[in-house]
């Protein structure tokens, strides 16, 4: 799908808002409503547009831990690293996961309530996975750029 200049518009105006009105968005976007609902309709068809979603404020919830946690692994034979990434993927702390080049294997951002519930998590659970060699953590002191709106 060819991306037009007004459907990065489109696409600016979603994640800012994925509540705005049709009407909104077509009198942003200088379309007709029934044109800019097809075309915010071909973007979800296309899977440009993967899902809606509210964007939450952690410290709000009781989370004001976080972490970025670069993971290397003892072993890298497959079913290791299934089971890892398994065993990642389930956990409510893990708010991403990148398995990447360099030194690490993976890195993790990890949420959670405080400084306690984080050394709970390491201690009970990712460290006791057998694939995990070592793990170094760095803290997040402050939020620069939020993730999850992609800069168009």
Not at 91 to 111: F, K, N, S
């Amino acid at each position: 799908m060819e991306l037009k200049t007004r459907d990065l518009k489109l696409l600016a105006l979603l994640q800012a808002d994925c509540r705005v009105s049709n009407a909104d968005l077509a009198k942003k976007t200088g379309l007709s409503t029934s044109a800019c609902w097809r075309r915010v309709r071909a973007l979800e068809e296309a899977g440009v547009i993967e899902r809606y979603g509210a964007v939450l404020q952690p410290a709000r919830l009781g989370l004001s831990f976080q972490a970025i946690v670069h993971v290397q692994l003892t072993r890298h034979d497959p079913a290791a690293i299934d089971a890892f990434i398994h065993a990642v993927s389930v956990r409510h702390e893990v708010q991403e996961c990148y398995a990447t080049t360099g030194q690490a294997d993976y890195h993790l951002r990890i949420l959670c309530a405080d400084i306690d519930a984080y050394y709970r998590f390491l201690e009970e659970f990712l460290f006791r996975l057998p694939a995990v060699r070592s793990a170094q953590t760095n803290l997040v002191l402050r939020q620069i750029k939020c993730s999850g709106v992609f800069e168009i």
